[in-house]
């Protein structure tokens, strides 16, 4: 995969991603809209295995482990913007998460990064939660985004636990 491919599709998911929030948030009923959503996710995921090998049997505890955390995520992220808005929750969630992973991939695996990296984490994740400044946030709207934040960091860790465990992303056969 070139660098260019590689990088369109990280700025294709982030621009998915960030739609698919504002559906959930803009809808009048949102698990109905996440379910969808996350169905459409499942078809596309089954289409995809013809493709693809099996995960490893060591990477299926973190997989059962991330599919729980992700369960977690969403009704945060539903409970997140019933009491707050998107311009709170949204930032505060997303900009929490890169420091916790950072911070939970050295504690689990001793995952290390130089100065100049933890920098540039710690500038990307602030300058992802300034923009929820002045927002008039709530209470629990700063709670449940910090809680929602927290279950991206470790769906991410567990995910990345069952990537060391498989050995690779994906595995297309030969």
């Not at 809808?27 to 169905?39: H, K, N, P, Q, S």
């Not at 060591?58 to 992700?70: F, I």
């Not at 808005?85 to 505060?92: C, E």
Request: aromatic letters at 8%; charged letters at 5%.
């Amino acid at each position: 995969m070139t660098p260019a491919l590689l990088y369109g599709l990280v700025v294709l998911s982030a621009i998915a991603h960030a739609g698919w929030n504002a559906l959930v948030k803009s809808a009048g009923d949102r698990v109905l809209t996440m379910a969808a959503i996350r169905c459409a996710g499942l078809m596309l995921g089954l289409a995809a295995l013809p493709f693809v090998d099996w995960p490893a049997p060591d990477s299926w505890k973190w997989l059962g482990l991330t599919a729980g955390v992700m369960f977690a995520y969403y009704a945060l992220l539903i409970r997140s913007y019933g009491v707050g808005d998107m311009s709170v929750v949204y930032p505060l969630a997303r900009g929490l998460a890169p420091m916790l992973m950072t911070i939970a991939a050295f504690v689990a695996v001793g995952e290390t990064l130089s100065v100049n990296q933890m920098v540039a984490v710690a500038l990307v994740s602030v300058g992802i939660m300034v923009l929820s400044v002045g927002a008039g946030a709530s209470r629990p709207a700063v709670g449940f985004a910090l809680a929602t934040g927290l279950s991206v960091a470790l769906y991410s860790l567990f995910g990345g636990l069952g990537v060391r465990a498989a050995g690779t992303v994906l595995v297309v056969p030969v």
